[in-house]
């Protein structure tokens, strides 16, 4: 069982059955499984992206200025954040949102010291506002923050998918499901499970990336307890 995990939890995952915004019965469903995972004693750290509000990406095809669509998204993750840490403390688990993009007036800024000692109140950290910094993913965030906050892992919560495949299993009925890849396969073999820089971020620093599907009752609980699901990439694993 792991001590200390970060969620990384995609925008879309909130938005439930609907094309956008925010579904809250999605987001209660997501909070009780959080709550059983801080009840198994282990430290819960969220990083939740904006794709169900805003993509930065998209703002970019829409001739906008790269920098200023990211921003939108960090604001974006901001307002997801917000939704998470009411539906958390409304089952009773505390929760304090730390955000990179400086909003005082709802959020705590992030200060790596103030998150540990957070953790060590017994509250669940959800991180919000990406880096801080356009051109950065929520996936580099979550990388960066394992990084910072000494996490065993971080549990990439996939809506739908089960794992990580030697290719699209959308596309290929041959496709095969891989239980254990390394860091450097998911690079060279461009995997998407999450960007490159991520993905490199944590080759790095030895940090183990859990890929599983989200949707199935219990599996937060599951990757956070280090049962056999979905696909763990590792450093030292032989290609």
């Excluded at 499984?33 to 819960?44: D, L």
């Excluded at 993905?199 to 049962?227: P, Q, R, T, W, Y």
């Amino acid at each position: 069982m792991y001590k200390r995990v970060i969620l990384k939890l995609s925008g879309e995952a909130l938005k439930g059955d609907g094309q956008y915004g925010i579904d809250p019965k999605t987001v209660k469903k997501i909070a009780l499984e959080v709550k059983k995972v801080k009840e198994a004693g282990i430290e819960v750290a969220i990083v939740v992206g904006a794709g169900n509000l805003w993509r930065g990406k998209t703002g970019e095809e829409l001739g906008m200025d790269r920098a200023q669509a990211d921003y939108m998204g960090m604001l974006g993750t901001i307002m997801n954040s917000l939704s998470l840490q009411d539906a958390l403390e409304a089952i009773g688990v505390p929760t304090r949102v730390m955000t990179a993009l400086q909003i005082s007036a709802v959020a705590e800024p992030y200060i790596r010291r103030r998150a540990l000692r957070h953790f060590e109140k017994g509250r669940v950290v959800v991180l919000a506002g990406g880096t801080g910094s356009p051109y950065f993913s929520t996936d580099t965030t979550a990388a960066l923050r394992a990084a910072e906050l000494n996490a065993d892992v971080i549990l990439m919560a996939k809506n739908g998918v089960d794992g990580v495949y030697d290719k699209d299993p959308n596309k290929h009925l041959d496709a095969v499901k891989l239980n254990l890849v390394s860091h450097q396969e998911v690079l060279e073999k461009n995997l998407q499970i999450m960007d490159s820089t991520a993905a490199s971020l944590c080759k790095d620093n030895h940090i183990e990336i859990l890929v599983f599907d989200m949707n199935v009752k219990d599996n937060i609980l599951k990757a956070a307890k280090g049962d056999s699901i979905g696909t763990i990439v590792k450093n030292g694993v032989n290609q």
